[in-house]
């Protein structure tokens, strides 16, 4: 079972940007955790039953929609959106709540992986994987991570 502790008054972006390949909210991979914090603050709470080392930054305590961290060898290794945050869209306009077709629309086939009820639509460019989190056949996030790595958090 995993605990948190959720965050207050943090500078996670409202709205947050995904630039596909890039970042999200103005975290890229590899980021440290000094850079993190600069970005979005130090409220953050961490998860004490993940594996990797894990920040989540949430709009109010104790509810979910924010955003997560996690950190492999002291450097970002995945970043996403929990929940559906409100606002949040790609830099090319995509909002968050859009149908799913719109995805492939916009970026061609996506590989679909399915995590619990939800699908997680990647592609891959580079040394990044852009993950678009799909439910009940709209948008509900993203994130970004390592090519190869699960995209289920």
């Known amino acids: 079972m995993r605990v948190l502790t959720l965050a207050l008054g ?3 972006p409202n709205p947050g940007v995904l630039a596909p390949g890039k970042s999200l909210g103005g975290v ?10 600069a970005q979005w603050g130090g409220s953050f709470g961490r998860c004490r039953g993940c594996r990797q080392e894990t920040w989540y930054f949430n709009y109010r305590a104790f ?15 995945a970043v996403w959106t929990l929940w559906k ?18 995805l492939n629309v916009r970026y061609g086939a996506l ?20 993950v678009f989190y799909v439910f009940g056949g709209k948008l509900w996030g ?11 958090h």
């Open 10 to 12: 943090l500078l996670l």
């Open 63 to 77: 509810h979910p929609q924010g955003a997560a961290v996690r950190f492999a060898n002291d450097r970002v290794d």
């Open 142 to 152: 993203f994130g970004l991570n390592r090519p190869g790595a699960i995209p289920c």
């Open 28 to 37: 890229r991979l590899g980021m440290t955790h000094a850079e993190v914090r």
């Open 111 to 130: 590989v679909t992986i399915t995590c619990g009820n939800a699908q997680a639509l990647i592609v891959t460019k580079g040394r990044v994987t852009s």
């Open 85 to 102: 945050p409100a606002g949040w869209r790609t830099s090319d306009g995509l909002h968050l709540g859009i149908p799913a077709p719109q």
